[in-house]
């Protein structure tokens, strides 16, 4: 028997395997996490280094030949302030209207007195599955009337099958008396649902919230296909947009066409990486606040006591 004393580090109490496999372990993730976050370092680098010196290559950990210059050119548009409101208007109304009617789907679906609860599950399940496809959709927002207006971003989203298996399953670990309790008292479901269950849910509700705020945030086709009139264009559209334009630019420019001065020091890819860390950031900035409920609320459910 190997005697073992307390002062010991904790790396060393587990002899020469433990060490050997806590090693392993650590050079692991840090493979896993540089492979994570290099990508996103090499389109910032890439996006504060001069273009035409980025075209030849050798970019790896910092910029060769800093300049802004991308990033003034994207925020010399001034429409660009009129998109950027848009995509948080978005991403508020189409968030709290989504997370209102998901949760109280998610809530009658875990009624036990409600007999019609495992038919309505089963119905928005089928969603999963099966769809009407892009044609259908695209007809009945015509005949709604959506088609260039600002409804069409949040009102198809208002349900969703997967919030609602995400927060029911949190519901579902409540205490069963606390409902019981507070329908003896003369509560109603709306209150039962707003005053007790949803402030319970925290965890999940905030795991839902920034997964649908990512997708309102990051969503281009939908704006593309409804709002052909641009007149409630999200900044992910005006910034492509602006790229769409810079290619062309950037095309009159090396052949001599009226191209600007600017324009012949930038190019697609500088642009580009310019656009994605624009539009990466604030999400980038946003997360970490949300981190801690997203993962406890993503992995509710799955361990059953």
Not at 4 to 13: F, G, I
Not at 51 to 68: C, E, H, I, M, S
Not at 91 to 108: D, E, F, N, Q, R
Request: proline fraction near 4%.
């Amino acid at each position: 028997m190997i005697y073992k004393r307390k002062d010991t580090p904790p790396y060393m109490r587990d002899g020469i395997g433990g060490i050997f496999f806590n090693t392993l372990n650590v050079l692991f993730m840090f493979c896993v996490m540089f492979a994570m976050i290099y990508p996103f370092w090499s389109q910032l680098i890439l996006s504060l280094n001069e273009g035409q010196d980025a075209a030849k290559g050798g970019l790896y950990f910092w910029p060769r030949v800093f300049t802004l210059d991308n990033y003034r050119y994207m925020f010399s548009r001034s429409y660009l302030l009129r998109g950027a409101f848009m995509s948080v208007a978005r991403v508020t109304v189409g968030t709290v209207t989504h997370l209102i009617c998901s949760g109280l789907l998610a809530y009658v679906t875990t009624v036990r007195g409600f007999s019609g609860r495992r038919f309505v599950r089963i119905a928005f399940l089928a969603t999963m599955y099966f769809s009407g496809g892009m044609i259908p959709g695209y007809l009945l927002i015509i005949n709604l009337g959506l088609m260039n207006s600002f409804t069409v971003y949040w009102l198809p989203g208002l349900f969703s099958a997967y919030s609602m298996l995400l927060i029911a399953s949190y519901i579902y670990g409540l205490p069963e008396e606390m409902i019981e309790s507070a329908r003896i008292d003369g509560a109603g479901d709306m209150r039962i649902c707003f005053q007790i269950i949803m402030p319970l849910c925290k965890p999940v509700i905030a795991a839902v919230a920034i997964m649908t705020a990512v997708g309102h945030w990051n969503s281009w086709f939908d704006i593309l296909i409804y709002n052909p009139g641009g007149d409630f264009d999200t900044l992910t559209m005006y910034l492509r947009r602006i790229l769409l334009n810079a290619e062309e630019a950037n095309r009159l420019a090396r052949e001599g066409i009226g191209g600007a001065e600017l324009m012949r020091s930038l190019t697609i890819q500088s642009m580009r990486a310019a656009t994605t860390m624009i539009v990466t950031l604030p999400i980038v900035f946003v997360y970490p606040f949300f981190q801690r409920y997203f993962v406890r609320g993503i992995t509710i459910g799955s361990v059953k006591g």
